[in-house]
């Protein structure tokens, strides 16, 4: 079966330290994201990569970093430098949107079960 | 800044009624809307999407409404079960940034279907 993996599905961090949240898929999808999921605010992006390489910066980027180097996976490093990183992640994964018309339909995106972080 | 809201954070119905759940944006260059219904411990999955051309779009018992002059859309599941349980996620990007990932998403509404 086709799909996203996320792991550790939770994880406990102490202040200061870095931690890797993982993502594989094998959908051979070109398009990989990572969502911050918050009480009460919908899913913020905070980075996105479209081709293997290759990865921009979303809306909150800070704190974070991420590599793409296989097109299956899109690890994520939750750095010390990030002020509040408890939360929920979310990994997805997607065709590439430059690849897209607009009569082939809207940019799905297929999500991982998430990992939630906590920092002690 | 949110540009999608759903201001309805909770929506309780019987079972085998119409539920309706809300969802406003703010930016009108929005081309595509979508909704993804997540369950607890699981990722969000796509449930029925509509582009800014249509006005309705249906699939089964859910049905999407989009009111552009409003800047309004609208999931309508009809009948209503305990199984559609779950937070339902509004989401909008524009297409032609075909380079620059901008889909944002509402804040979620959770639907609680009682038998």
């Known amino acids: 079966d086709g799909g996203i993996t996320q792991s550790p599905k939770y994880l406990f961090r102490k202040e200061g330290q870095n931690v890797t949240l993982s993502c594989e898929q094998n959908?051979?999808?070109?398009?990989m994201y990572w969502y911050r999921q918050d009480p009460g605010q919908g899913l913020r992006l905070i980075y996105y990569?479209?081709?293997?390489?290759?990865?921009q910066k979303g809306d909150i980027a800070e704190g974070y970093s991420v590599s793409r180097e296989k097109k299956e996976s899109f690890p994520l490093t939750v750095t010390s430098a990030q002020k509040n990183p408890t939360a929920f992640y979310l990994c997805?994964?997607?065709?590439?949107?430059?690849?897209?018309?607009?009569?082939?339909?809207?940019?799905?995106?297929?999500f991982g079960a998430g990992s939630r972080l906590t920092v002690l | 800044d949110q540009q999608v809201k759903q201001n309805s954070p909770s929506l309780s119905v019987q079972e085998g009624r119409i539920s309706i759940l809300n969802c406003d944006y703010t930016?009108?260059?929005?081309?595509?809307f979508l909704w993804y219904k997540k369950y607890p411990a699981e990722g969000p999955t796509f449930l029925i999407s509509?582009?800014?051309?249509?006005d309705k779009n249906e699939d089964g018992r859910f049905t999407v409404f989009l009111n552009k002059s409003a800047k309004h859309l609208s999931l309508h599941i009809v009948p209503s079960q305990p199984g559609d349980s779950a937070v339902y996620f509004c989401?909008?990007?524009?297409?032609?940034?075909?380079?620059?990932?901008?889909?944002?998403f509402g804040a979620g509404t959770r639907l609680t279907v009682k038998p």
């Open positions: 997805a994964s997607s065709i590439a949107t430059f690849r897209r018309t607009t009569v082939s339909g809207a940019n799905v995106l297929t």
């Open positions: 959908l051979n999808h070109d398009a």
């Open positions: 990569s479209q081709i293997v390489n290759d990865f």
């Open positions: 930016n009108s260059m929005f081309d595509y």
């Open positions: 509509i582009s800014s051309i249509k």
């Open positions: 989401a909008a990007y524009k297409h032609a940034r075909v380079l620059r990932n901008d889909m944002r």
